[in-house]
Nanobody, 122 residues
Framework: QVQLVESGGGLVQAGGSLRLSCEYS????????MAWFRQASGKEREFVAA????????LYADSVKGRFTISRDNAKKSVYLQMNSLEPEDTAVYYC???????????????WGQGTQVTVSS
């Protein structure tokens, strides 16, 4: 199973920016699709963004569309989440996930990182 390690979380004021990184242990079919999810305290985990192997196809949750950008660099074995115009509602633990499928649903993501905390102050 591919190992995923997130970094880049922290405390930022509303309106600020953060860039999350997720490094994967190997470049195999296990990371065909990559995604970011988040879980706020007391809430269920929710989808944030996903990206295909080539990086051409991306998908975003409505709540982050226009503010967040997902990208990946397979040569660096990394996927990124650029978060701009952050809002207090974006406060959560952010998780990186990998799926071997081209058009995965949530249950197809079998590899998960340990998460990185993002806190947005008002």
């Amino acid at each position: 199973q591919v190992q995923l390690v997130e970094s880049g979380g922290g405390l930022v004021q509303a309106g600020g920016s953060l860039r999350l990184s997720c490094e994967y242990s190997e470049v195999t079919a296990a990371i065909t699709s990559m995604a970011w999810f988040r879980q706020a305290s007391g809430k269920e985990r929710e989808f944030v963004a996903a990206i295909s192997w080539s990086g051409v196809n991306t998908l975003y949750a409505d709540s982050v569309k226009g503010r967040f950008t997902i990208s990946r660099d397979n040569a660096k074995k990394s996927v990124y989440l650029q978060m701009n115009s952050l809002e207090p509602e974006d406060t959560a633990v952010y998780y990186c996930a990998a799926s071997p499928k081209n058009y995965p649903v949530v249950t197809d993501f079998g590899s998960w990182g340990q998460g990185t905390q993002v806190t947005v102050s008002s």
